[in-house]
């Protein structure tokens, strides 16, 4: 009798487990369900807005799908707008923001994790403690500065403060870190030098994380809006950012059927972005400490 009850014991263990994994299963499920939806109304919401007159949006009760749905917005927006000078501008900031993180953020992060020298730990706290200091503590300095070196409505004045960020450093000094050291002293040993090592051996290593870079960046300077609201001093400096919410205002109302879709235009090069680069993106993040 007392083998048989220690045979049976393990399997009534297993089978009450059985029985308890599809239930945690079915509420991690209908957890993870209640998240997506809570995170996609409000993009359902702004693309069927878009395609809404503007009767119908500021209607009460408001209804999910439109009743008469009409591309009038966007007609108006490619049209009646400068869209595609405000689409170029943003592009071309955003991409040169981006292509400047690539490069100087790599570079910086392999010589704090590969290259010894006098200061680096010093250096990479400072680099740290400017992670958790607020932008806006350092908006006005910022301002001040480019302004006092003439870049003012530019697009250089527009690029300049964002080509190199603490995260994108911290971001690529923790990828790089986790390269093994025999890699980097094998190339020494052949007579590469640092930048040789950087280009050949390190870069090619570190697509995850620049994929990460890439999307975040483009990402925080794609919907960037304070900094070119204020550098920005004519509408051909604009970006769409600052053009939706400066034109979509009249001085008694606001054209919200105009304003939605420019955002669903504002919205669209980041998700196909993401798309593009979902793989690495995961990877990255995984592979970078944050956790």
């Not at 009743?67 to 689409?87: D, G, M, V």
């Not at 400096?237 to 059927?257: I, K, Q, R």
Request: proline residues 6%.
């Amino acid at each position: 009798m007392t083998l048989i009850a220690a045979r049976t014991r393990p399997a009534d263990r297993a089978v009450g487990s059985r029985r308890r994994f599809p239930v945690n299963h079915v509420l991690l499920y209908c957890a993870l369900t209640a998240g997506l939806v809570v995170t996609l109304a409000p993009f359902a919401w702004m693309f069927l807005g878009s395609i809404k007159p503007t009767g119908e949006i500021v209607a009460h009760p408001s209804t999910w799908l439109p009743q008469s749905p009409t591309f009038a917005n966007f007609e108006q927006l490619l049209s009646k707008q400068n869209f595609a000078l405000y689409f170029v501008n943003s592009a071309v900031v955003a991409l040169a923001c981006v292509l400047g993180n690539l490069l100087f953020c790599s570079m910086a992060g392999y010589a704090f994790a590969k290259i010894d020298f006098a200061g680096k730990r010093q250096l990479f706290g400072l680099v740290l403690t400017m992670l958790i200091i607020p932008g806006v503590t350092t908006f006005v300095p910022l301002f001040v500065l480019v302004s006092n070196m003439g870049l003012s409505n530019s697009y250089l004045g527009l690029i300049l403060p964002f080509l190199v960020t603490p995260f994108g450093v911290f971001i690529m000094r923790q990828f790089i870190q986790d390269i093994p050291d025999s890699l980097v002293e094998a190339a020494r040993l052949d007579g590469a030098g640092d930048m040789r090592i950087f280009l050949r051996v390190i870069l090619p290593l570190t697509r995850p994380a620049l994929a990460t870079l890439a999307i975040l960046t483009f990402l925080g300077q794609w919907n960037n809006f304070l900094w070119p609201l204020v550098i920005a001093q004519t509408d051909d400096h604009y970006t769409l950012p600052v053009a939706l919410a400066l034109f979509s205002v009249g001085a008694n109302s606001t054209n919200y059927g105009l304003l939605l879709a420019g955002a669903v235009a504002v919205v669209a090069p980041i998700i196909l972005l993401f798309l593009a680069l979902q793989r690495h993106f995961v990877q990255g993040i995984a592979n970078t400490g944050i956790k």
